[in-house]
């Protein structure tokens, strides 16, 4: 009998192990005004495909172009301003998603902590963001907001240089994640 109950047991774990773990279903909510404003001032409003600081080509508001010529980019270049927001808007919902999937249900973010942290993870990339120290630190229930103010200015290199831009740029995300408000973000979902 123990021997079949273990013949089961070897059988079913492969595909115990195959199937994914559930992630929360959920959307993360729009960053607000005073995050896209701090996105703009730093990304800068670039019309037609150019290479960003170290090369990447960009176009837009930061939008990192996947394919020759930013083919991609559903509007057509030069951008306008109104059309570079919106691909902004577009761009933002994956970091939006990143924060509010990578960070445990039991975190809890007002508008400009979240705002902060999606400008940063927009800058950084989801990946970096998922491996963290900042996302591990709130998830083992750390206070939010010494950990982005401890946390963020690390996150001041590009190509292995510190760039005086990504100072400036954690800093501003450091006092948006600092200004007082009652507009809750996350959690968004549980």
Same mark, same amino acid.
């Given at each position: /009998? ?52 170290? #090369? ?5 508001? #930061? ?5 020759? #010529?930013? #083919?991609?980019? &559903? ?12 691909? /902004? ?7 939006? !998603? ?14 400009? !902590? ?69 507009? &809750? ?6």
């Amino acid at each position: /009998m123990y021997t079949q109950l273990l013949a089961v047991g070897f059988a079913l774990l492969p595909a115990t192990f195959a199937a994914p773990i559930e992630a929360r279903q959920c959307t993360g909510p729009n960053v607000n005004a005073a995050t896209v404003a701090l996105i703009k001032e730093f990304e800068g409003f670039v019309a037609s495909p150019e290479p960003d600081p170290i #090369g990447l080509p960009t176009v837009g508001y #930061g939008h990192l172009c996947k394919t020759e #010529g930013c #083919g991609e980019v &559903p509007y057509p270049f030069p951008l306008t301003e109104a059309t570079a927001t919106q691909l /902004m808007q577009d761009d933002l919902k994956s970091p939006q !998603q990143a924060i509010t999937l990578d960070t445990a249900s039991a975190v809890v973010l007002n508008a400009n !902590q979240y705002g902060a942290l999606v400008s940063w993870a927009f800058n950084v990339g989801n990946g970096n963001v998922k491996s963290s120290t900042l996302i591990q630190r709130l998830n083992a229930g750390e206070d939010e907001a010494t950990v982005i103010a401890q946390e963020l200015p690390k996150w001041n290199k590009a190509g292995g240089q510190t760039l005086p831009g990504l100072v400036r740029r954690r800093a501003a995300e450091v006092d948006l994640a600092q200004t007082a408000t009652s507009a &809750p973000a996350i959690p968004a979902c549980s």
